[in-house]
T-cell receptor, first 110, second 114 residues
Framework: DGGITQSPKYLFRKEGQNVTLSCEQN?????MYWYRQDPGQGLRLIYY???????QKGDIAEGYSVSREKKESFPLTVTSAQKNPTAFYLC?????????FGSGTRLTVV | GQQLNQSPQSMFIQEGEDVSMNCTSS?????WLWYKQDPGEGPVLLIA?????ELTSNGRLTAQFGITRKDSFLNISASIPSDVGIYFC??????????????FGAGTRLTVKP
Protein backbone atom coordinates (compact mmCIF):
# COMPACT_ATOMS: atom_id res chain seq x y z
CA ASP A 1 0.00 0.00 0.00
CA GLY A 2 1.22 3.49 -0.80
CA GLY A 3 1.67 5.89 2.03
CA ILE A 4 3.85 8.30 3.91
CA THR A 5 5.97 7.08 6.81
CA GLN A 6 7.45 9.15 9.59
CA SER A 7 9.99 7.84 12.03
CA PRO A 8 10.54 7.62 14.86
CA LYS A 9 7.11 8.02 16.48
CA TYR A 10 8.64 9.42 19.69
CA LEU A 11 11.97 11.16 20.05
CA PHE A 12 13.72 12.48 23.13
CA ARG A 13 16.76 14.70 22.90
CA LYS A 14 18.84 16.82 25.21
CA GLU A 15 18.77 20.56 24.82
CA GLY A 16 21.44 21.79 22.42
CA GLN A 17 21.53 18.67 20.26
CA ASN A 18 20.48 18.53 16.65
CA VAL A 19 17.97 15.85 15.72
CA THR A 20 16.72 14.59 12.35
CA LEU A 21 13.17 13.42 11.71
CA SER A 22 12.58 11.05 8.82
CA CYS A 23 9.79 11.28 6.25
CA GLU A 24 9.46 8.80 3.37
CA GLN A 25 6.65 8.47 0.81
CA ASN A 26 5.98 5.92 -1.90
CA UNK A 27 3.05 7.79 -3.43
CA UNK A 28 5.15 9.30 -6.23
CA UNK A 29 4.12 12.75 -5.03
CA UNK A 30 6.21 15.68 -6.17
CA UNK A 31 5.51 18.02 -3.28
CA MET A 32 6.35 17.39 0.37
CA TYR A 33 5.81 19.49 3.48
CA TRP A 34 6.77 19.72 7.13
CA TYR A 35 4.34 21.12 9.69
CA ARG A 36 4.63 21.76 13.36
CA GLN A 37 1.60 21.28 15.60
CA ASP A 38 1.28 22.78 19.07
CA PRO A 39 -1.81 22.41 21.25
CA GLY A 40 -4.62 24.71 20.14
CA GLN A 41 -2.60 26.26 17.30
CA GLY A 42 -3.36 24.13 14.28
CA LEU A 43 -0.68 23.41 11.70
CA ARG A 44 2.19 25.76 10.97
CA LEU A 45 4.33 25.27 7.88
CA ILE A 46 8.07 24.85 8.46
CA TYR A 47 9.44 23.96 5.01
CA TYR A 48 8.11 22.64 1.74
CA UNK A 49 9.57 21.16 -1.41
CA UNK A 50 7.87 21.11 -4.79
CA UNK A 51 10.57 19.13 -6.56
CA UNK A 52 13.77 17.22 -5.91
CA UNK A 53 16.77 19.38 -4.96
CA UNK A 54 14.55 22.38 -4.26
CA UNK A 55 12.86 23.54 -1.07
CA GLN A 56 11.41 26.73 0.35
CA LYS A 57 10.98 28.20 3.81
CA GLY A 58 7.54 28.20 5.33
CA ASP A 59 6.17 30.45 8.04
CA ILE A 60 8.38 29.18 10.90
CA ALA A 61 11.61 27.95 9.28
CA GLU A 62 14.04 29.45 11.79
CA GLY A 63 15.98 26.76 13.63
CA TYR A 64 15.10 24.04 11.12
CA SER A 65 16.76 22.66 8.00
CA VAL A 66 15.71 20.19 5.30
CA SER A 67 17.04 18.39 2.26
CA ARG A 68 15.36 16.82 -0.77
CA GLU A 69 17.91 14.62 -2.48
CA LYS A 70 15.34 12.01 -3.50
CA LYS A 71 11.70 12.33 -4.48
CA GLU A 72 10.70 9.85 -1.80
CA SER A 73 12.50 11.46 1.13
CA PHE A 74 12.26 14.81 2.90
CA PRO A 75 14.10 14.72 6.26
CA LEU A 76 13.79 17.56 8.75
CA THR A 77 16.61 18.55 11.10
CA VAL A 78 15.71 20.41 14.25
CA THR A 79 18.82 22.35 15.18
CA SER A 80 19.99 23.71 18.49
CA ALA A 81 18.99 27.17 17.22
CA GLN A 82 15.30 26.27 17.50
CA LYS A 83 14.27 27.88 20.78
CA ASN A 84 11.24 25.76 21.57
CA PRO A 85 11.55 22.46 19.70
CA THR A 86 9.22 20.31 21.78
CA ALA A 87 6.19 19.70 19.53
CA PHE A 88 4.38 17.25 17.29
CA TYR A 89 5.82 17.25 13.76
CA LEU A 90 3.81 16.23 10.72
CA CYS A 91 5.08 15.46 7.25
CA UNK A 92 2.76 15.57 4.24
CA UNK A 93 2.89 15.07 0.50
CA UNK A 94 0.57 16.10 -2.30
CA UNK A 95 -0.19 15.74 -5.95
CA UNK A 96 -3.75 16.48 -7.04
CA UNK A 97 -6.19 15.44 -4.31
CA UNK A 98 -5.12 17.28 -1.22
CA UNK A 99 -2.47 16.46 1.31
CA UNK A 100 -1.64 13.01 2.65
CA PHE A 101 -0.15 13.15 6.13
CA GLY A 102 2.20 10.87 7.98
CA SER A 103 1.38 9.71 11.50
CA GLY A 104 3.70 12.26 13.08
CA THR A 105 6.75 12.40 15.32
CA ARG A 106 6.49 13.71 18.84
CA LEU A 107 9.76 15.39 19.78
CA THR A 108 10.51 16.14 23.39
CA VAL A 109 13.60 18.11 24.32
CA VAL A 110 14.72 17.86 27.92
CA GLY B 1 0.67 32.60 6.62
CA GLN B 2 -3.02 33.31 6.88
CA GLN B 3 -4.99 30.85 8.99
CA LEU B 4 -8.64 30.07 8.59
CA ASN B 5 -11.15 30.95 11.27
CA GLN B 6 -12.59 27.67 12.52
CA SER B 7 -15.31 27.38 15.13
CA PRO B 8 -16.11 26.20 17.64
CA GLN B 9 -12.74 25.46 19.22
CA SER B 10 -14.17 22.55 21.18
CA MET B 11 -17.43 20.68 21.61
CA PHE B 12 -18.67 18.31 24.27
CA ILE B 13 -21.69 16.33 23.15
CA GLN B 14 -23.70 13.28 24.09
CA GLU B 15 -23.55 10.18 21.93
CA GLY B 16 -26.29 10.30 19.31
CA GLU B 17 -26.31 14.08 18.97
CA ASP B 18 -25.59 15.89 15.71
CA VAL B 19 -22.53 18.16 15.39
CA SER B 20 -21.86 21.18 13.23
CA MET B 21 -18.64 23.12 12.76
CA ASN B 22 -17.56 25.73 10.25
CA CYS B 23 -14.67 27.56 8.72
CA THR B 24 -14.44 31.04 7.26
CA SER B 25 -11.80 32.88 5.29
CA SER B 26 -11.23 36.41 4.10
CA UNK B 27 -10.02 35.00 0.77
CA UNK B 28 -11.90 33.13 -1.91
CA UNK B 29 -10.92 29.47 -2.05
CA UNK B 30 -11.13 27.00 -4.92
CA UNK B 31 -10.90 23.96 -2.67
CA TRP B 32 -12.13 23.15 0.81
CA LEU B 33 -11.01 20.05 2.66
CA TRP B 34 -12.00 18.53 5.98
CA TYR B 35 -9.62 16.33 7.97
CA LYS B 36 -9.91 14.33 11.19
CA GLN B 37 -6.98 13.78 13.51
CA ASP B 38 -7.02 11.04 16.14
CA PRO B 39 -4.82 11.56 19.21
CA GLY B 40 -1.13 11.08 18.38
CA GLU B 41 -1.79 10.50 14.68
CA GLY B 42 -1.69 12.52 11.49
CA PRO B 43 -4.82 14.09 9.96
CA VAL B 44 -6.84 11.91 7.60
CA LEU B 45 -8.86 13.40 4.76
CA LEU B 46 -12.62 13.06 5.26
CA ILE B 47 -14.20 15.14 2.50
CA ALA B 48 -12.91 17.29 -0.36
CA UNK B 49 -15.01 20.03 -2.00
CA UNK B 50 -14.17 21.64 -5.32
CA UNK B 51 -17.14 23.76 -6.36
CA UNK B 52 -19.13 26.56 -4.75
CA UNK B 53 -22.40 25.21 -3.38
CA GLU B 54 -21.20 21.63 -3.50
CA LEU B 55 -22.67 19.37 -0.83
CA THR B 56 -20.84 16.08 -0.27
CA SER B 57 -21.48 13.23 2.14
CA ASN B 58 -19.24 10.51 3.52
CA GLY B 59 -21.34 8.22 5.69
CA ARG B 60 -22.63 10.27 8.62
CA LEU B 61 -20.52 13.25 7.56
CA THR B 62 -21.76 16.01 5.29
CA ALA B 63 -19.76 19.02 4.17
CA GLN B 64 -20.65 22.02 2.04
CA PHE B 65 -18.62 24.50 0.03
CA GLY B 66 -20.14 27.91 0.72
CA ILE B 67 -21.69 29.91 -2.12
CA THR B 68 -19.42 32.87 -1.42
CA ARG B 69 -16.39 30.50 -1.62
CA LYS B 70 -15.22 31.96 1.68
CA ASP B 71 -16.69 29.38 4.01
CA SER B 72 -17.43 25.72 4.54
CA PHE B 73 -19.19 23.65 7.15
CA LEU B 74 -19.03 20.04 8.34
CA ASN B 75 -21.93 18.19 9.95
CA ILE B 76 -21.73 14.88 11.77
CA SER B 77 -25.01 13.14 12.38
CA ALA B 78 -25.78 10.68 15.19
CA SER B 79 -22.35 10.96 16.79
CA ILE B 80 -20.62 7.89 18.21
CA PRO B 81 -17.66 7.61 20.61
CA SER B 82 -15.15 6.98 17.80
CA ASP B 83 -15.96 10.42 16.37
CA VAL B 84 -13.73 11.83 19.10
CA GLY B 85 -10.77 13.75 17.73
CA ILE B 86 -9.75 17.06 16.22
CA TYR B 87 -11.41 18.15 12.99
CA PHE B 88 -9.49 20.52 10.73
CA CYS B 89 -10.68 22.52 7.80
CA UNK B 90 -8.24 23.41 5.03
CA UNK B 91 -8.62 25.69 2.06
CA UNK B 92 -6.64 26.46 -1.02
CA UNK B 93 -6.85 29.51 -3.27
CA UNK B 94 -5.04 27.98 -6.23
CA UNK B 95 -5.82 24.89 -8.24
CA UNK B 96 -2.41 23.26 -8.06
CA UNK B 97 -1.82 21.13 -4.99
CA UNK B 98 1.91 21.44 -5.38
CA UNK B 99 1.80 25.10 -4.50
CA UNK B 100 2.23 26.37 -1.01
CA UNK B 101 -1.15 28.01 -0.55
CA UNK B 102 -3.00 25.45 1.56
CA UNK B 103 -4.29 27.06 4.74
CA PHE B 104 -5.51 25.23 7.86
CA GLY B 105 -7.98 26.08 10.58
CA ALA B 106 -6.93 25.72 14.21
CA GLY B 107 -9.19 22.71 14.64
CA THR B 108 -12.35 21.75 16.51
CA ARG B 109 -11.78 19.31 19.34
CA LEU B 110 -14.77 16.97 19.63
CA THR B 111 -15.55 14.98 22.76
CA VAL B 112 -18.42 12.48 22.70
CA LYS B 113 -19.83 11.23 25.99
CA PRO B 114 -21.29 7.73 25.87
Amino acid sequence: DGGITQSPKYLFRKEGQNVTLSCEQNLNHDAMYWYRQDPGQGLRLIYYSQIVNDFQKGDIAEGYSVSREKKESFPLTVTSAQKNPTAFYLCASSITTGYTFGSGTRLTVV
Amino acid sequence: GQQLNQSPQSMFIQEGEDVSMNCTSSSIFNTWLWYKQDPGEGPVLLIALYKAGELTSNGRLTAQFGITRKDSFLNISASIPSDVGIYFCAGQEGLNYNNNDMRFGAGTRLTVKP
